[in-house]
């Protein structure tokens, strides 16, 4: 196999599965970020399988907002590295939950590990050529994001 030809789609291939688990994550915080308190606590209960026990409710909506704002910033390939890195905590976290719920690997763990795995891969390999990642340094190097003033 030609892998020359194939590194040629690796960044297209980077936008697809950006954007398809970006709007997955947006599906998904969505009703947790909108849901408010009762929903935060909830979420938050989650914590306790890892021996926290306090503020539930603020467990909660980070988690949300992890899974809501990581998901828009894979979409617009912005500020991925760090939007994988809470949202692969947030996977952690979801995973020892259903675990230690005894929901087994088909109940529900699997399903957060293989997210956590998804948002692994991007950390480590970044957001791709077709990202706001890759487009706004390049663009300030140009001079055109720089103010009129600090240009010599």
Request: proline share 5%.
């Amino acid at each position: 196999m030609n892998l020359h030809v194939s590194d040629r789609f690796r960044d297209a291939g980077l936008l697809v599965l950006r954007v398809g688990i970006g709007l997955s994550f947006v599906g998904y915080g969505a009703p947790k970020l909108l849901g408010g308190p009762p929903v935060w606590e909830d979420l938050g209960q989650a914590m306790k399988y890892l021996g926290i026990r306090f503020a539930p409710a603020v467990w909660g909506f980070l988690a949300a907002v992890s899974e809501f704002f990581g998901g828009m910033a894979l979409v617009a390939g912005w500020l991925v590295r760090p939007a994988a890195f809470f949202l692969v905590c947030t996977m952690c976290v979801a995973t020892v939950q259903h675990i230690g719920r005894g929901d087994g690997y088909s109940g529900g763990a699997f399903h957060s590990i293989e997210m956590g795995v998804v948002c692994l891969s991007l950390l480590l390999v970044g957001a791709g050529r077709y990202s706001l990642d890759e487009w706004l340094p390049r663009r300030r190097r140009r001079g055109t994001g720089v103010p009129r003033e600090s240009r010599q």
